[in-house]
């Protein structure tokens, strides 16, 4: 072990000498035996806990990484103001189901985020299920009017991507409440986004649109196995009452902070690199996942570079976004400040799919520029990071997408993901140190090829010559 330690220092004397294989090497052993990923969650979760915006937490994270940032020697780490919204969930929701003989089966059930409160003694009324808009316009208002909406579509799970499987019922949770009240519906009750049956609600960012606040209606989301009992209980008893109460509210906004930290380039200050996560997450567990992961894995990026002895030819920056959960406001702000500033942003790497074990990357990017990331996967595979196709680079980093821009995103193992996703099970016991720390690493390699190389398979020619 000893001897291998002083190899890879010696190799990280000598880094623009190594192969681009080598490099990685250097990277990966950093990762695995010197991360300090799972360090920072660990605080993060257990110290700090949920961070929704607006709230205590959400600063108190702001303050930590801040300093964390600041310990690691960077060239700048600074705070962006911005402003963001600040809802609260208020005491703990209280939902049962009442047959027609008054017995009530007790439930379990969220608020969604951004929803109104029930009244102080909660609502109880008929309650119709649906699984989507149509079915809604189908029964009209003469059908819907004063009775509770279950949305009750599932994810879809023959579908090998979750994320895919996530979006086609996503809907019904964001917009479910301002559809239903179309109809003078009392109030919406949602299937929870999970792929497996268990007792955990899981919360989530709705909007009622341009609703007056007078005709808004509360929104929660009810657990999968309750989801499957109230569905089956409608089907012998369409009779049934759903009563739920809910005390949250929304207060005006508030300013919080995107949390930056920087390393001047060498050679090409003005290209601009970033990597990030976003730094606030739902109140019901401690954002572990969500994406707890993504904020430490991207500021031990730019620590493992440093460990690694590469000096970035590009600036590099780490970008802990604020309120991508209900309002995507850090995302936005980032975005139009560099565009006012002029910066040139050559790449943005985000992750937010969890801390599972890594399988590759999803590009937003040109044909040409796609080309070059195909020509990098061999270094990859290795590692068992097979994964490298065209699709979404990130909520966050997406504001900053203009011609030449190339966007990625992180692409975790996902099976899992959806069964902690906005749910009080989204906690650092759920996070595997290792995959955590592959992910890090697997972030800090595909920077540093970009770094080098640039976004122009021209530049990289060239560079390779010299």
């Known amino acids: 072990m000893k001897y291998l330690l002083l190899f890879f220092l010696s190799l990280s004397l000598t880094i623009n000498a190594q192969s681009d294989e080598d490099v990685l090497k250097i990277i990966y052993y950093q990762t695995l035996t010197?991360?300090?990923?799972?360090?920072?969650?660990?605080?993060?979760?257990?110290?700090?806990?949920?961070?929704?915006?607006?709230s205590v937490n959400a600063e108190l994270a702001v303050e930590?990484?801040?300093?964390?940032?600041?310990?690691?020697?960077?060239?700048?780490?600074?705070?962006?103001?911005?402003?963001?919204?600040?809802?609260?969930?208020?005491?703990?929701?209280?939902?049962?189901?009442?047959g027609a003989s008054g017995r009530t089966t007790t439930v379990n059930i969220c608020a969604l985020g951004g929803s109104i409160a029930t009244n102080p003694t909660g609502l109880k009324a008929n309650i119709i299920e649906v699984m989507n808009f149509?079915?809604?316009?189908?029964?009209?208002?003469?059908?819907?009017?004063?009775?509770?909406?279950?949305?009750?579509?599932?994810?879809?799970?023959?579908?090998?991507?979750?994320?895919?499987?996530?979006?086609?019922?996503?809907?019904?949770?964001?917009?479910?409440?301002?559809?239903?009240?179309?109809y003078g519906a009392a109030g919406v009750i949602v299937r929870s986004l999970n792929l497996r049956l268990d007792d955990f609600p899981?919360?989530?960012?709705?909007?009622?649109?341009?609703?007056?606040?007078?005709?808004?209606?509360?929104?929660?989301?009810?657990?999968?196995?309750?989801?499957?009992?109230?569905?089956s209980m409608l089907s012998l008893d369409n009779n049934l009452k759903f009563f739920f109460r809910q005390n949250c509210k929304q207060f005006p906004d508030v300013e919080s902070y995107n949390v930056i930290g920087e390393m001047t380039g060498s050679e090409f200050p003005n290209d601009i690199i970033i990597v990030g996560g976003h730094l606030d997450s739902w109140d019901l567990g401690d954002g572990s996942h969500d994406d707890g992961a993504g904020v430490v894995q991207s500021m031990d990026v730019i620590r493992l570079l440093k460990e690694s002895g590469i000096?970035?030819?590009?600036?590099?920056?780490?970008?802990?976004?604020?309120?991508?959960?209900?309002?995507?406001?850090?995302?936005?702000?980032?975005?139009?400040?560099?565009?006012?500033?002029?910066?040139?942003?050559?790449?943005?790497?985000?992750?937010?799919?969890?801390?599972?074990?890594?399988?590759?990357?999803?590009f937003d990017c040109s044909d040409n520029n796609f080309t070059q990331v195909k020509a990098w996967e061999p270094l990859f595979k290795p590692y068992l990071i097979h994964y490298f196709e065209k699709g979404y680079?990130?909520?966050?980093?997406?504001?900053?997408?203009?011609?030449?821009?190339?966007?990625?995103?992180?692409?975790?193992?996902?099976?899992?993901?959806?069964?902690?996703?906005?749910?009080?099970?989204?906690?650092?016991?759920?996070v595997n140190k290792r995959e955590l720390e592959l992910g890090a690493g697997t972030m800090t390699a595909l920077v540093y090829l970009f770094d080098k190389y640039g976004v122009n398979p021209i530049m990289k020619t060239k560079e390779v010559k010299n």
């Open 34 to 54: 010197n991360g300090k990923s799972y360090q920072w969650l660990d605080y993060l979760s257990n110290q700090i806990g949920g961070r929704l915006s607006g």
């Open 64 to 98: 930590y990484t801040k300093k964390e940032l600041e310990a690691l020697g960077l060239d700048k780490v600074w705070l962006q103001p911005v402003m963001v919204p600040k809802w609260v969930r208020g005491t703990k929701e209280y939902a049962y189901i009442e």
């Open 134 to 182: 149509e079915q809604l316009e189908e029964l009209g208002k003469e059908k819907i009017e004063g009775k509770i909406v279950f949305y009750n579509r599932p994810m879809q799970p023959d579908l090998i991507h979750t994320f895919e499987a996530y979006g086609g019922c996503a809907n019904q949770r964001y917009a479910g409440a301002r559809e239903a009240a179309k």
């Open 202 to 231: 899981h919360t989530g960012s709705m909007s009622y649109g341009d609703i007056a606040p007078q005709d808004r209606i509360p929104a929660a989301a009810i657990s999968t196995n309750d989801a499957e009992l109230l569905s």
């Open 311 to 362: 000096k970035p030819k590009r600036t590099i920056r780490v970008v802990l976004f604020m309120n991508e959960e209900n309002g995507l406001r850090g995302g936005r702000k980032y975005a139009e400040e560099a565009r006012a500033k002029g910066e040139n942003h050559i790449f943005a790497l985000e992750s937010d799919s969890g801390g599972f074990t890594p399988r590759g990357f999803s």
């Open 393 to 430: 680079g990130g909520a966050d980093i997406n504001p900053l997408k203009v011609d030449g821009t190339v966007l990625a995103g992180l692409r975790p193992d996902s099976q899992r993901y959806f069964d902690h996703h906005h749910a009080s099970n989204d906690t650092f016991e759920h």
